[in-house]
């Protein structure tokens, strides 16, 4: 167990739908990054979020979004969704999230989004 | 361009043996880290080990070491005494540092190599 929480674990949903994906990092860490795995793709960076602020974007389509509270949860928000948005969707926390440290990220179980 | 390649899609290892699965990477970087991950078929990743690029010595973590060759840019990992259920998709990733202001702290993978393990 990484300390990382993802809910929920698996969702269906239909074309155009919007659905949230949500977070709780690990206790301490302060930066929170969401990444795309799909067959095609493989692991995808789309976003890192630092102390509620946004640091880092990857290749995050426009219809998706993000961001991080007081409390240090993210949610990703996933809208007018596509067939070819079907993935699993991983959260990851880690303390700094700087490149300067040896600051390694801890990734969640994953949400499996399927978009029939 | 790729930065990570991994050139293993698929390998076999019998229980209890050594494998080796590859890694290599691309940087113009002089501060970067070479992480590896395990994810199993339950679908989770887990971190396994960690090389910073100004680290001297191999990693070693149990059964899990990296083979660290900078002037290759080869990051290869060693799991001695193989298990059944060390049998998973794994890993390559790298961060690039880009120093501490502004720095960007994601990780970039490479498409993985399948291990399965033989009894």
């Known amino acids: 167990d990484s300390g990382v929480t993802q809910t929920p674990k698996h969702l269906i949903t239909a074309t155009g739908q919007r659905v949230t994906l949500r977070c709780s990092p690990r206790s301490g860490d302060l930066s929170v990054y969401w990444y795309q795995q799909s067959l095609d793709q493989g692991l995808q960076f789309l976003i890192q979020y630092y102390n509620g602020e946004e640091r880092a974007k990857g290749n995050i389509l426009e219809r998706f979004s993000a961001q991080q509270f007081p409390d240090l949860h993210s949610e990703l928000n996933l809208s007018s969704l596509e067939l070819g948005d079907s993935a699993l969707y991983f959260c990851?926390?880690?303390?700094?999230?700087?490149?300067?440290?040896?600051?390694?990220?801890?990734f969640g179980p994953g949400t499996r989004l399927t978009v029939l | 361009a790729q930065k990570i390649t991994q050139t293993q899609p698929g390998m076999f290892v019998q229980e209890k043996e050594a494998v080796t699965l590859d890694c290599t990477y691309d940087t113009s970087d002089q501060s970067y880290g070479l992480f590896w991950y395990k994810q199993p078929s339950s679908g989770e990743m887990i971190f396994l080990i960690y090389?910073?690029?100004?680290?001297?010595q191999n990693a070693t973590e149990g059964r899990y070491s990296l083979n660290f060759q900078k002037a290759r840019k080869s990051a290869n990992l060693v799991i001695s005494a193989s298990q059944l259920g060390d049998s998973a998709m794994y890993f390559c990733a790298m961060r690039e540092g880009r120093g501490y202001g502004g720095s960007q702290g994601n990780l970039i993978f490479g498409k993985g190599t399948k291990l399965s393990v033989k009894p």
């Open positions: 090389q910073g690029s100004y680290d001297e």
């Open positions: 990851a926390s880690s303390v700094e999230g700087t490149a300067s440290s040896t600051d390694t990220q801890y």
